[in-house]
């Protein structure tokens, strides 16, 4: 069965303090894994595709890593505008359902001043 | 703005009444995406389409929701009946997919409240 999960399921960091946010996930025929960033009360905000093992992309202070079985999105020197709710999602597909989309339920950051 | 946009923003409702939110995705779109969201938990996939075609529908969606798309721009989403475990944060979401993976874009979500 296709699974994702995040771990820490909260985070509180000093700010200047560097840390790593976890997404492992068990899935067949991954398409593509997202992380997106989300605010209460508000949709989610798109912030990475990581489409094969290996790759990395980088936006600002934050940097996402996968690999075959994780990704890891890692936060440099975070500000506490960095403080929200980061969400991994993974796209698979199968020959008998189709696109399938699912999100891990998420890493509560808060930066403290 | 060009972004997702979904109306209402909020919905308060009884028991057994029916409601329909609207969802404008952004205009070069193709596809068009519905989440459910509780609190504490990730989106949850309701359903999607390709155009006005309906192409996914979780197996976890009770028969009292219904979607449309019918020219291929905006879509609704129906809960005829509503209860209490209905109320949730409603995403809509919309991507430009070509067969391969798909990055979609959120809209800021209708928030339903089921009394």
């Known amino acids: 069965e296709d699974q994702v999960t995040q771990s820490p399921e909260a985070l509180r960091l000093q700010e200047g303090e560097s840390s790593s946010l976890n997404c492992s996930y068990t899935?067949?025929?991954?398409?593509?894994l997202f992380w997106y960033r989300q605010d209460p009360g508000k949709g989610p905000e798109f912030l990475f595709t990581l489409y094969s093992a290996g790759e990395e992309k980088e936006k600002e202070r934050l940097k996402a890593t996968l690999t075959k079985k994780e990704s890891f999105l890692h936060i440099t020197a975070p500000k506490p505008e960095d403080s929200a709710t980061y969400l991994c999602?993974?796209?698979?597909?199968?020959?008998?359902?189709?696109?399938?989309?699912?999100f891990g339920t998420g890493t509560s950051l808060t930066v403290i001043p | 703005d060009t972004g997702v946009s979904q109306d209402p923003r909020h919905k308060i409702t009884k028991r057994g009444q029916n409601v329909t939110f609207r969802c404008d995705p952004i205009s070069e779109h193709n596809r068009l995406y519905w989440y459910r969201q509780t609190l504490g938990q990730g989106p949850e996939f309701l359903t999607y389409f390709q155009n006005e075609a309906q192409l996914e529908k979780s197996r976890l969606l009770s028969d009292r929701f219904s979607a449309e798309r019918p020219k291929g721009s905006f879509s609704t989403l129906e809960i005829q009946r509503t209860e209490q475990g209905d109320s949730a944060m409603y995403l809509c979401?919309?991507?430009f997919g070509g067969g391969g993976t798909d990055t979609q874009y959120f809209g800021p979500g209708t928030r339903l409240t089921v009394l």
């Open positions: 899935v067949s025929g991954l398409r593509g």
């Open positions: 979401a919309s991507s």
């Open positions: 999602a993974v796209q698979t597909r199968h020959l008998n359902t189709g696109n399938q989309f699912y």
